[in-house]
């Protein structure tokens, strides 16, 4: 029996291993931050909104830098809730959308944030984390021009 692997397979192997450790790492990250939210949550006053964009991961953020991320939060941004159930809302720059096939794709940073009934800003929830994390699952979306790929969030 032949238990020789060829160098095309150990490379793809090797990719592969190094794809899966930094997935873990960003997943042991993501679910640090979690936890420092959650222990805020029951210590600490301040609102903390997550942020993602093309060049950073998912980040837990304070309200009051989220405009580092995206200037335009809370002025000439376009927001709209991401569940029927929970008052969870998508905030973006409109100046950063792409049209392709009719469908609108988002290319710039986004801030996820909770809020009130009165509309108020409040601090996101482990389990709003959860559900970021699957609006995203759901809606990333990897698009190429020549040979450059950038994953955008599908908003249709």
């Known amino acids: ?63 009051a830098n989220v405009r580092s991320y995206l200037p335009c939060f809370d002025e000439s941004d376009s927001c709209y809730s991401i569940s029927e159930d929970v008052p969870l809302a998508l905030c973006y720059d409109p100046r950063q959308v792409i049209t392709l096939a009719g469908k609108r794709y988002l290319s710039g940073a986004v801030i996820f944030v909770r809020y009130d009934t009165d509309g108020n800003f409040v601090a996101l929830t482990t389990g709003d984390l959860y559900l970021i994390q699957c609006y995203l699952a759901e809606n990333s979306v990897p698009l190429m021009a020549g040979r450059e790929k950038m994953v955008c969030i599908c908003i249709d």
Not at 31 to 49: C, H, I, P, T, W
């Open 1 to 63: 029996m032949n238990t020789t692997i060829d160098l095309k397979t150990a490379k793809t192997i090797e990719a592969m291993n190094q794809k899966i450790n930094h997935m873990d790492n960003a997943v042991t990250d993501f679910f640090n931050k979690m936890s420092d939210v959650l222990e805020r949550q029951f210590g600490d006053d301040e609102v903390y909104a997550a942020v993602i964009a093309p060049e950073i991961e998912l980040t837990i953020t304070p309200l």
